[in-house]
């Protein structure tokens, strides 16, 4: 799986979003400051995030963006799915829609498996979880596991 770089800067958002002192809106320039952002391309996330519900933009002199839901309310997959689309796509289609003939028929069950792995960490895996350094226990058994850390 491959995360891209939308995601990646959406979720690092998020975080700095929900970290700010009693939710106060955060400025665009300070959010891409603070995590070392493109402001621009971190603009238009910030975009795909308030049409997907999960940033609100606060105008006037003191305005910014924050959440528009409580931290432990968003998931990642929430924000993955609001900046990239589907967690799981072969060939930009969702894997139960594909079919495979003869030798490579397994072959579904492995990518609706993979779907389903992505979604046991990022389905369970909320923003302030991420900012409080309190994830499920599941997903740190995984980051624990020996071959964790190895590029074969």
């Known amino acids: 799986m491959r995360v891209s770089a939308k995601a990646d800067y959406a979720v690092r958002a998020c975080v700095e979003l929900a970290a700010s ?5 955060v400025r665009a320039e300070d959010l891409a400051a603070g995590q070392g952002l493109p402001v621009s391309f971190l603009e238009r996330i910030l975009a795909d995030l308030r049409r997907a519900g999960l940033v609100a933009s606060v105008r006037g002199r003191s305005g910014g963006h924050r959440l528009a839901r409580p931290a432990a309310e968003i998931t990642l997959a929430d924000v993955f799915r609001a900046v990239d689309g589907p967690l799981v796509t072969v060939r930009d289609e969702r894997p139960p829609s594909l079919s495979y ?7 579904l069950d492995v990518w609706v498996a993979l779907r389903t792995s992505v979604r046991d960490v990022l389905d369970r895996v909320t923003i302030a979880q991420v900012v409080q350094h309190d994830l499920p226990p599941q997903v740190r058994a995984l980051a624990a596991r020996a071959d964790a850390w190895e590029n074969p």
């Open 101 to 107: 003939e003869g030798s490579a028929a397994g072959l």
């Open 21 to 25: 002192p009693q939710g106060e809106p």
